[in-house]
């Protein structure tokens, strides 16, 4: 199991470097211009020496094995603007990546449930309705999406936020908040959802149960208003621009693990097991939730988690439409600056999420379904 | 109703029309789409018929109505309304829907292409040769490609076409490459094709009427569900505009927001919305059949109802 693990890890990275490479080579050819000529202008001598001084003379294959050989020591390299990559990727990232991960999370539960709902009804009309908008989300053009949520939502927000005496904020979310969300926030609102849900279980009140999302948000809340730090946390998620790049980050995930959830649902309904556990009398609502759900959950799981690299690059358009501070932002503004190594490194940092993810999906997937086990070296 | 056939008597291609025919997504999706194709066409013809006395007005690019204040509001001369520089909506749309529609078809075809190539060729050579085009797909996949377009369209080369082929290219060495090897494997271990060679039947035989019945239906599936990402990526390319003006559905999103905030008119809504529900439409279109296909082609939900 250890040498499996290994051997996927050691795989993973080299893949990572081929991605590296291909990125390198494909914006190095396809950027129009460089930043010598940015900061030279006209003044081709002026160019020609900051060209020198960034090591753009040398021929490509050399630069790209100083890069490599950076790379692989943890080093982004230098901005053309002098600065390090990883500072400038280390400002936006906790923005980021912790609007993906609520968004994603919410995203995910609020289409599992409802996808598990609608399967099991036999409604046609419900059946009919909620694909049609799932697919609607989920093929939604996200620039459209983020300016009527923002023309209907972002004036109300302002009121709620004047309301609760919270001010401006500028700049993307610093750490400290970042750590809170996601090491406190986001646990203590899982575990006060699943204890929740199991009181109501055992206790056979239906209704409760239903409350298991509202009241694992409402956790998140009161777990960071606990602190000043906190504080700061919501001031920063509650931000029109991030609320609104989080909805629609929501709205298009969600459509999709609905989808998903409902097809693998139908699928596994028709299977010789669910006839035997209605035989013997299984309640209908433990044959959906215990039986028929666990199977039919690790397709979407695994779906949601490899199309990780395509939903961070759905991110970073939600979010440069948004206005709000983070990895899309940087994108576009290093675009505008032809800065190579900055973009390099947001697809360098995507690629490295979704090989994470994907090397946890393989454990998940190796600890829940045994059929997924293997002994040998074979992938 | 006639008695049915024996399941044997049914082929394979005629059983596949009659489930696909049963599946509501896929013949919506497919109605959309014919939809979809007939305004991507019916811009010339309308220019030589309803609004050939005022041709200038209607002019996609350049057109402006004098008559009226912008923007303006669906009406009997202008049937989706005009957008605030005064042009008419529906013209800028159809007009704008063909460059969409040429990337929707380079994608699927040059997608299609390279992913059955890839895919069969894998599971056909194995050894060193499939495990180098796993790695490459797997690479692929972490891939974001929006981005990459972005980074490209600033050079201003790439016309709807390219961006069709490139993203094509990413979507067949990727997911489907993965999707078609995966298929291709799992056929070829079936007994009916050590039947089919015990027979005397020929590889070219083999493939032909083994691998790729197979195959082709879950290449349909990765494909057309690429199409939608690279629809909206377009979308987003267009609405950027980023370097050199080409006209298309995502200009008229952009227009619509950045001249209301320009001009400080009310909200083009028309303009919006027509660009906006034409990328998602379309795309759900190519959606809907994907996923639709994926429902029909999938063993366990042949009719058994417990």
Redesign the interface.
């Known amino acids: 199991m250890v040498r499996f693990a290994a051997r996927r890890v050691v795989?993973g990275l080299?893949?990572?470097l081929?991605?590296v490479t291909?990125?390198f080579f494909?914006?190095n050819l396809?950027?129009?211009y460089d930043f010598a000529v940015v900061q030279g202008g006209q003044r081709y001598r002026v160019a020609e020496q900051i060209r020198v001084e960034l090591g753009l003379d040398r021929p490509l294959w050399v630069q790209w094995l100083d890069y490599m050989w950076h790379f692989v020591r943890g080093d982004l390299g230098q901005s053309f603007d002098g600065s390090r990559v990883w500072s400038h990727l280390w400002a936006v990232l906790p923005a980021t990546v912790t609007l993906f991960a609520v968004g994603g999370i919410i995203a995910y539960l609020l289409g599992e449930w409802f996808g598990r709902l609608v399967a099991w009804s036999r409604s046609r009309i419900l059946g009919?309705t909620s694909?049609t908008v799932s697919?609607?989300f989920?093929?939604?053009?996200?620039?459209?999406?983020v300016?009527v949520l923002l023309?209907f939502g972002a004036n109300r927000l302002y009121g709620v936020r004047s309301w609760f005496g919270m001010g401006p904020v500028g700049g993307p979310m610093p750490l400290g908040p970042v750590v809170g969300v996601l090491a406190v926030g986001l646990p203590v609102a899982f575990i006060a959802g699943i204890v929740l849900r199991s009181w109501a279980r055992r206790h056979q009140r239906r209704v409760l149960g239903l409350l298991a999302i509202p009241v694992g948000l409402g956790g998140l809340v009161v777990g960071l208003l606990a602190s000043g730090v906190w504080a700061e946390a919501i001031n920063r998620l509650l931000w029109p621009g991030a609320v609104v790049a989080a909805v629609a980050l929501i709205l298009i995930a969600f459509g999709e693990s609905m989808?998903v959830m409902r097809?693998g649902l139908?699928?596994e309904m028709?299977?010789d097991y669910?006839?035997t556990a209605?035989a013997k009398g299984v309640p209908e609502r433990l044959i959906r939730d215990r039986h028929v759900a666990v199977n039919a959950t690790l397709p979407v799981i695994s779906r949601l988690f490899?199309s990780v690299?395509?939903l961070?690059?759905?991110l970073?358009?939600i979010e440069s439409a948004a206005g709000t501070p983070g990895l899309g932002s940087l994108?576009?503004a290093s675009?505008e600056m032809g800065d190579v190594p900055i973009?390099l490194g947001?697809?360098a940092v995507?690629?490295l999420i979704?090989?994470v993810m994907r090397l946890a999906l393989d454990a998940v997937q190796a600890a829940i379904d045994p059929r997924v086990r293997t002994d040998g070296g074979r992938p | 109703m006639t008695t049915p056939r024996a399941p044997y008597d049914v082929a394979g291609w005629a059983d596949a029309r009659a489930r696909l025919r049963n599946n509501?997504?896929v013949v919506a999706g497919v109605v959309l789409l014919s939809v979809f194709a007939v305004l991507a066409f019916v811009h010339p013809i309308l220019q030589a018929t309803i609004w050939s006395d005022r041709q200038a007005v209607y002019r996609p690019v350049t057109g402006h109505d004098p008559l009226i204040s912008h923007p303006s509001g669906p009406s009997l001369d202008h049937f989706l309304g005009t957008d605030p520089l005064g042009r008419d909506v529906l013209s800028l749309m159809t007009y704008g829907l063909r460059p969409t529609f040429l990337v929707a078809v380079a994608v699927a075809v040059s997608a299609g292409l390279v992913g059955l190539v890839a895919g069969t060729s894998a599971a056909f050579f194995r050894g060193r040769y499939d495990r180098v085009m796993t790695?490459?797909a797997?690479?692929?996949?972490?891939?974001?490609?929006?981005?990459?377009f972005?980074?490209?369209s600033?050079?201003?080369l790439l016309g709807p076409f390219e961006l069709g082929l490139i993203y094509g290219l990413f979507a067949g060495l990727g997911s489907a490459a993965i999707v078609v090897r995966a298929r291709a494997l799992a056929v070829m271990e079936k007994p009916f094709i050590d039947a089919a060679r015990s027979v005397g039947g020929s590889p070219r035989w083999i493939i032909t009427h083994h691998v790729l019945p197979g195959v082709l239906p879950h290449l349909a599936v990765v494909v057309l569900s690429s199409v939608?990402?690279a629809?909206?990526t377009q979308?987003?390319v267009e609405?950027?505009g980023?370097?050199e003006y080409r006209y298309g559905l995502?200009n008229l999103?952009?227009n619509a927001?950045t001249y209301q905030r320009a001009l400080g008119t009310g909200?083009a809504w028309s303009t919006?919305m027509a660009?906006?529900l034409g990328?998602?439409?379309l795309?759900?279109a190519f959606?809907?059949i994907s996923?639709g296909l994926?429902?029909a082609i999938?063993p366990?939900?042949a009719k058994?109802?417990?």
């Open positions: 795989w080299i893949t990572l081929l991605v291909f990125a494909a914006i396809l950027l129009p009919a694909s697919v609607l989920y093929s939604a053009f996200p620039p459209w999406l300016f023309y989808l097809a139908t699928a028709t299977e669910v006839f209605r490899t690299p395509y961070l690059g759905g970073v358009i994108f576009l675009i973009i947001i697809i995507i690629g979704g090989l | 509501k997504m790695h490459i797997d690479a692929v996949v972490l891939l974001p490609p929006p981005l990459l972005l980074v490209a600033k050079r201003g939608v990402g629809l909206i979308g987003f609405f950027l980023i370097f995502g999103v952009y927001i909200v919006l660009g906006a990328i998602s439409l795309a759900s959606y809907m996923s994926r429902e999938d366990r939900r058994r109802r417990v």
